[in-house]
């Protein structure tokens, strides 16, 4: 009777009904220009569907949930497993940690749960007293500092404990004992028996947390495979000898393990702004060079940087974009994971997405190789089994955050040391991965994934196209198929252009539409990074199509689209679609195109600026904000780019 | 309460029952009066088979067999554990340990939970639970149509207008084509799950279509993105699934129900024969919520 059994009676049970769902194999493979062609030969079927082999839809999801068995989350009190994470995702109501109820807008299409590789499973036997636990002097404190109403100083204390690598080896469960296979088996069991081809994917996946000197280098790693390949092996960890903190180390155990099961994974980097410098380095990491074989090894692996989550939105950053005025959106800028090193401006350049995509251009003229290719998605990174991010739904980053008159004012984290203390206000509502698949299965979204054929949003579940080629006319947008043109003429976002025809520059054909029950859309931009000649990079962002063009133009003489106004009542946190657009499409030109020159362009949708999930909170709790409290924002989206190579 | 003594719970609390019987016979707390335990026996017999247990999980441990002085060890601190736990429990000391409390409690609901996961359930039951439940496994409606989009957005006021001189060009057989206005969305929905609508149109609107009169242009019907004049080609009704094709999952969910209902009811049988009383003091009221969350906050 040594079972870990965690919160959920049933579970015992459920192991025996292990549901083996067999997924449909299916390999979309890469759509080239060949390939599109072929779907739309010079003489098109009667039907304008027929033939059609193309993603039709995104699918919406989080690549990144913690529940109660990462031992963070489970330290703040989540109780929540992976199946009741699942469930959730699914559209069902549950109740949260908090015993609140709760439940989605509209079910999502995909989840991963990820919880934390080191010590995965291990609050559950703590608080279940495991008998091995109970026989260290360690587990046992922390068991009875638990039942006996001190939890929090035990979660603190166990947190400070797994940072400075004091946890005793005695209980930490570490790949290879029992209590470590059955957390990670378990995991991989509520994914399976989630998992619902067609409706819902329920991704087998973990977090590989490097956090050496708090600075965040985390990954979160899927499996495209179900578990028979999944259950052969047990997640890596950070902690040596079986485990390390750098990422070449990780890449190492992905390998193995493809070479082992001849499966498929990838890994996800996240919050660079909590990296201290250290998420895109161009010189060195960990003591070694940065030379080809690192760099094709990690775009090999790293396909996708997760742009935005509750922990800040890492995009660009004002310090390094003075010309972008929607630079400044939930920035967290004061230190690393663990504020214990407050930021200086010297390391923003290497932590966040735009400019790591042109460091990635640099180092590709040196080396050869890009290592910063990526695509773009958002996920929660919530710890509380719930990837609630709607502003209005709002379940916050932690248990403790959950609804509450409480986290308005709360103080998140603070270390008088250093300085650094984030409120709990500061956190956000944000975000989701949109994948565009050709079906909701595993096989067909991680494909979709590792394609690049990704966008982020903040939240809101807007549907945004991105295709580049060399022949998009403007009458292209008015096409009542515009995919089908997008395929047939380009590449859709997360492709390559290359060897321009000589006299032509790119096109792009750029559409978004409102999410179905959220907000218009303010306007589209495309984002553009370049190399020069003498070897620096340069960005400039053009508004392309905007809502209310009939009204709205851009200023003659600074060339700036005035804004699209507000109709936010921040007392009743209420707002109109009564500005912007439902629906916005153009094709654009890149009016400064230099054949000689490596670029990227990718698309950025922004919606009309909508009550912040503090407004919702002040409004339904009565609360004042502190002074300072950011109560508006504009959601938003991010393409996964399209590159330009000579 | 009668409900929940069909066939195999009652099984289940005969063995639940037999359990206690075996506990008192043993001469257990559960048959004592507080505050009495009973005397330890002095006489302990260390079985060949717990020799043998123990042999195996050093050899897993060690990668060997244990030599001649570490066999004797495991015994005699097996003997050690053996009078620790008697000498133990006559004194009294497993009483106010919250561990141990909370420990023989899980012990307990693992039982139940065990005895609740033996049997298997006949179609019959998966069939009767299913028609108890049909909200949890119905098939969606499915409908598939055609439609023609209205940009209220771009027409402002003469949208609605718009909308209804289009629907009667539609009723006069204009190419659906050649109307209204693009929509990122296909204006052409094969047969789809009404979930599957509402994830791309939004629920009202998927809720509408079930109201429109098939085969005919209709509308407007209104969406999160303006204006829609509708075509539906096929409606098919929502059903309950045959048994085969969720079998495992009204299985899945009739076992937890079960354990659910098994554990409640062995705890309802058990409460009943004890007197409780609460002795209530003032501040007994509102302290324990603030206890339970406490654990909480960082």
Same mark, same amino acid.
């Given at each position: 009777?040594?079972?870990?059994?965690?919160?959920?009676?049933?579970?015992?049970?459920?192991?025996?009904?292990?549901?083996?769902?067999?997924?449909?194999?299916?390999?979309?493979?890469?759509?080239?220009?060949?390939?599109?062609?072929?779907?739309?030969?010079?003489?098109?079927?009667?039907?304008?569907?027929?033939?059609?082999?193309?993603?039709?839809?995104?699918?919406?999801?989080?690549?990144?949930?913690?529940?109660?068995?990462?031992?963070?989350?489970?330290?703040?009190?989540?109780?929540?497993?992976?199946?009741?994470?699942?469930?959730?995702?699914?559209?069902?109501?549950?109740?949260?940690?908090?015993?609140?109820?709760?439940?989605?807008?509209?079910?999502?299409?995909?989840?991963?749960?990820? *919880?934390?590789? *080191?010590?995965?499973?291990?609050?559950?036997?703590?608080?279940?007293?495991?008998?091995?636990?109970?026989?260290?002097?360690?587990?046992?404190?922390?068991?009875?500092? /638990?039942?006996?109403?001190?939890?929090?100083?035990?979660?603190?204390?166990?947190?400070?404990?797994?940072?400075?690598?004091?946890?005793?080896?005695?209980?930490?469960?570490?790949?290879?004992?029992?209590?470590?296979?059955? $957390?990670?088996?378990?995991?991989?069991?509520?994914?399976?028996? $989630?998992?619902?081809?067609?409706?819902?994917?329920?991704?087998?996946?973990?977090?590989?947390?490097?956090?050496?000197?708090?600075?965040?280098?985390?990954?979160?790693?899927?499996?495209?495979?179900?578990?028979?390949?999944?259950?052969?092996?047990?997640?890596?960890?950070? /902690?040596?000898?079986?485990?390390?903190?750098?990422?070449?180390?990780?890449? !190492?155990?992905?390998?193995?393990?493809?070479?082992?099961?001849?499966?498929?994974?990838?890994?996800?980097?996240?919050?660079?702004?909590?990296?201290?410098?250290?998420?895109?380095?161009?010189?060195?990491?960990? +003591?070694?060079?940065?030379?080809?074989?690192? $760099?094709?090894?990690?775009?090999?692996?790293?396909?996708?940087?997760?742009?935005?989550?509750?922990?800040?939105?890492?995009?660009?950053?004002?310090?390094?974009?003075?010309?972008?005025?929607?630079?400044?959106?939930?920035?967290?800028?004061?230190?690393?994971?663990?504020?214990?090193?407050?930021?200086?401006?010297?390391?923003?350049?290497?932590?966040?997405?735009?400019?790591?995509?042109?460091?990635?251009?640099?180092?590709?003229?040196?080396?050869?190789?890009?290592?910063?290719?990526?695509?773009?998605?958002?996920?929660?990174?919530?710890?509380?089994?719930?990837?609630?991010?709607?502003?209005?739904?709002?379940?916050?980053?932690?248990?403790?955050?959950?609804?509450?008159?409480?986290?308005?004012? !709360?103080?998140?984290? *603070?270390?008088?040391?250093?300085?650094?203390?984030?409120?709990?206000?500061?956190?956000?509502?944000?975000?989701?991965?949109?994948?565009?698949?050709?079906?909701?299965?595993?096989?067909?979204?991680?494909?979709?994934?590792?394609?690049?054929?990704?966008?982020?949003?903040?939240?809101?579940?807007?549907?945004?196209?991105?295709?580049?080629?060399?022949?998009?006319?403007?009458? *292209?947008?008015?096409?009542?198929?515009?995919?089908? /043109?997008?395929?047939?003429?380009?590449?859709?976002?997360? +492709?390559?252009?290359?060897?321009?025809?000589?006299?032509?520059?790119?096109?792009?054909?750029?559409?978004?539409?409102?999410?179905?029950?959220?907000?218009?859309?303010?306007?589209?931009?495309?984002?553009?990074?370049?190399?020069?000649?003498?070897?620096?990079?340069?960005?400039?962002?053009?508004?392309?199509?905007?809502?209310?063009?009939?009204?709205?133009?851009?200023?003659?003489?600074?060339?700036?689209?005035?804004?699209?106004?507000?109709?936010?009542?921040?007392?009743?946190?209420?707002?109109?679609?009564?500005?912007?657009?439902?629906?916005?499409?153009?094709?654009?030109?890149?009016?400064?195109?230099?054949?000689? &020159?490596?670029?990227?362009?990718?698309?950025?949708?922004?919606?009309?600026?909508?009550?912040?999930?503090?407004?919702?909170?002040? !409004?339904?709790?009565?609360?004042?904000?502190?002074?300072?409290?950011?109560?508006?924002? &504009?959601?938003?989206?991010?393409?996964?780019? /399209?590159?330009?190579?000579? | 309460?009668?409900?929940?003594?069909?066939?195999?719970?009652?099984?289940?609390?005969?063995?639940?029952?037999?359990?206690?019987?075996?506990?008192?016979?043993?001469?257990?707390?559960?048959?004592?009066?507080?505050?009495?335990?009973?005397?330890?026996?002095?006489?302990?017999?260390?079985?060949?088979?717990?020799?043998?247990?123990?042999?195996?999980?050093?050899?897993?441990?060690?990668?060997?067999?244990?030599?001649?002085?570490?066999?004797?060890?495991?015994?005699?601190?097996?003997?050690?554990?053996?009078?620790?736990?008697?000498?133990?429990?006559?004194?009294?000391?497993?009483?106010?340990?919250?561990?141990?409390?909370?420990?023989?409690?899980?012990?307990?609901?693992?039982?139940?939970?065990?005895?609740?996961?033996?049997?298997?359930?006949?179609?019959?039951?998966?069939?009767?639970?299913?028609?108890?439940?049909?909200?949890?496994?119905?098939?969606?409606?499915?409908?598939?149509?055609?439609?023609?989009?209205?940009?209220?957005?771009?027409?402002?006021?003469?949208?609605?207008?718009?909308?209804?001189?289009?629907?009667?060009?539609?009723?006069?057989?204009?190419?659906?084509?050649?109307?209204?206005?693009?929509?990122?969305?296909?204006?052409?929905?094969?047969?789809?799950?009404?979930?599957?609508?509402?994830?791309?149109?939004?629920?009202?609107?998927?809720?509408?279509?079930?109201?429109?009169?098939?085969?005919?242009?209709?509308?407007?019907?209104?969406?999160?993105?303006?204006?829609?004049?509708?075509?539906?080609?096929?409606?098919?009704?929502?059903?309950?699934?045959?048994?085969?094709?969720?079998?495992?999952?009204?299985?899945?969910?009739?076992?937890?129900?079960?354990?659910?209902?098994?554990?409640?009811?062995?705890?309802?049988?058990?409460?009943?024969?004890?007197?409780?009383?609460?002795?209530?003091?003032?501040?007994?009221?509102?302290?324990?919520?603030?206890?339970?969350?406490?654990?909480?906050?960082?």
């Amino acid at each position: 009777m040594t079972r870990n059994t965690y919160r959920s009676p049933v579970v015992s049970v459920l192991i025996a009904l292990v549901l083996a769902l067999p997924a449909l194999a299916h390999d979309a493979g890469m759509l080239d220009k060949e390939s599109a062609e072929k779907a739309f030969p010079a003489k098109p079927p009667y039907s304008p569907y027929a033939g059609r082999n193309f993603p039709t839809r995104p699918f919406f999801g989080d690549t990144h949930l913690h529940t109660g068995f990462s031992m963070d989350a489970g330290a703040f009190g989540c109780r929540l497993t992976p199946r009741d994470a699942y469930v959730f995702a699914k559209g069902k109501e549950i109740a949260a940690s908090s015993g609140q109820p709760v439940k989605l807008s509209r079910p999502l299409d995909f989840l991963v749960v990820a *919880d934390h590789s *080191d010590g995965m499973g291990f609050f559950p036997l703590i608080v279940g007293g495991d008998p091995k636990i109970m026989a260290d002097p360690q587990g046992r404190k922390w068991n009875e500092m /638990i039942h006996s109403g001190k939890g929090a100083e035990a979660a603190i204390d166990i947190i400070t404990n797994f940072g400075k690598g004091t946890i005793s080896k005695a209980i930490l469960p570490l790949p290879g004992t029992p209590a470590y296979r059955g $957390a990670w088996q378990e995991t991989i069991k509520a994914a399976e028996e $989630a998992n619902d081809p067609g409706r819902f994917t329920a991704f087998i996946g973990y977090e590989w947390t490097s956090n050496t000197g708090g600075n965040n280098l985390h990954r979160n790693v899927v499996f495209r495979d179900n578990a028979d390949k999944a259950s052969r092996v047990e997640p890596f960890t950070t /902690i040596k000898p079986l485990g390390s903190d750098n990422p070449t180390e990780l890449w !190492k155990w992905m390998a193995a393990y493809e070479e082992k099961t001849g499966g498929d994974v990838l890994a996800i980097a996240h919050n660079g702004n909590l990296s201290n410098g250290r998420m895109f380095p161009v010189v060195e990491a960990f +003591g070694k060079k940065i030379d080809r074989e690192h $760099a094709e090894t990690r775009a090999r692996w790293e396909r996708l940087y997760e742009v935005t989550q509750t922990k800040g939105t890492g995009e660009s950053h004002p310090y390094l974009s003075p010309n972008d005025e929607f630079a400044n959106f939930e920035i967290w800028d004061k230190g690393n994971l663990d504020g214990s090193v407050a930021k200086t401006k010297d390391m923003l350049e290497f932590e966040y997405a735009r400019s790591g995509l042109k460091l990635g251009l640099k180092i590709e003229k040196e080396l050869g190789t890009n290592p910063y290719k990526f695509g773009m998605i958002g996920s929660s990174d919530a710890h509380t089994g719930l990837a609630a991010m709607e502003e209005e739904n709002f379940f916050g980053k932690t248990t403790p955050q959950e609804p509450s008159p409480e986290r308005m004012t !709360k103080t998140f984290f *603070d270390n008088p040391k250093s300085g650094v203390k984030v409120m709990d206000w500061e956190v956000s509502a944000s975000g989701y991965a949109a994948v565009w698949a050709t079906e909701n299965t595993r096989e067909a979204l991680f494909d979709a994934m590792e394609r690049r054929e990704t966008y982020g949003t903040t939240g809101p579940r807007m549907i945004v196209r991105f295709f580049g080629g060399w022949d998009f006319e403007p009458k *292209d947008a008015h096409n009542r198929l515009p995919a089908a /043109i997008g395929y047939a003429k380009g590449v859709p976002m997360g +492709g390559d252009l290359l060897e321009a025809p000589a006299g032509k520059a790119p096109t792009f054909l750029v559409a978004a539409l409102k999410d179905s029950i959220g907000a218009n859309l303010d306007r589209i931009q495309i984002i553009k990074g370049w190399l020069n000649a003498k070897g620096e990079v340069h960005e400039k962002i053009y508004d392309v199509v905007w809502g209310d063009a009939d009204k709205r133009k851009p200023d003659a003489k600074t060339g700036k689209l005035p804004p699209v106004g507000s109709t936010v009542d921040v007392a009743n946190a209420t707002w109109t679609n009564t500005i912007g657009d439902p629906e916005l499409i153009t094709v654009w030109k890149d009016p400064e195109f230099d054949p000689k &020159q490596r670029a990227f362009y990718y698309a950025r949708v922004l919606e009309i600026p909508t009550p912040r999930w503090t407004a919702y909170d002040a !409004k339904r709790f009565g609360v004042k904000p502190l002074p300072g409290t950011t109560m508006t924002l &504009q959601e938003r989206a991010y393409t996964s780019p /399209i590159w330009y190579t000579p | 309460m009668e409900k929940f003594f069909r066939e195999p719970l009652v099984h289940f609390l005969l063995i639940g029952a037999g359990l206690f019987l075996l506990f008192g016979w043993r001469g257990g707390p559960a048959s004592l009066p507080a505050g009495q335990t009973g005397p330890p026996s002095a006489k302990i017999v260390v079985p060949q088979s717990d020799i043998d247990q123990m042999t195996a999980t050093f050899t897993r441990t060690w990668q060997r067999p244990p030599t001649e002085e570490e066999a004797k060890g495991l015994v005699e601190d097996f003997v050690r554990n053996e009078i620790y736990y008697r000498e133990a429990l006559a004194i009294g000391l497993d009483r106010d340990d919250s561990v141990i409390r909370r420990r023989m409690r899980q012990k307990m609901e693992f039982i139940f939970e065990d005895i609740a996961a033996q049997t298997e359930p006949t179609d019959e039951e998966l069939l009767a639970y299913m028609k108890k439940h049909p909200d949890s496994y119905l098939v969606d409606p499915q409908i598939a149509f055609r439609h023609v989009y209205v940009n209220a957005a771009k027409r402002g006021k003469n949208a609605g207008t718009d909308a209804l001189e289009i629907l009667a060009k539609l009723n006069a057989g204009a190419d659906p084509d050649g109307v209204g206005d693009p929509l990122l969305l296909a204006s052409e929905v094969p047969l789809s799950p009404l979930w599957d609508i509402s994830k791309q149109f939004g629920e009202p609107f998927s809720r509408k279509l079930l109201e429109l009169k098939p085969a005919t242009w209709t509308g407007p019907v209104q969406s999160g993105f303006g204006l829609h004049l509708v075509f539906v080609r096929k409606r098919v009704g929502g059903r309950l699934p045959d048994l085969k094709e969720v079998r495992e999952i009204v299985k899945r969910d009739l076992m937890a129900e079960r354990q659910k209902e098994l554990k409640d009811a062995a705890y309802a049988k058990l409460r009943e024969r004890y007197v409780v009383i609460i002795e209530k003091t003032k501040a007994d009221n509102k302290t324990s919520a603030a206890t339970l969350r406490g654990g909480a906050q960082p």
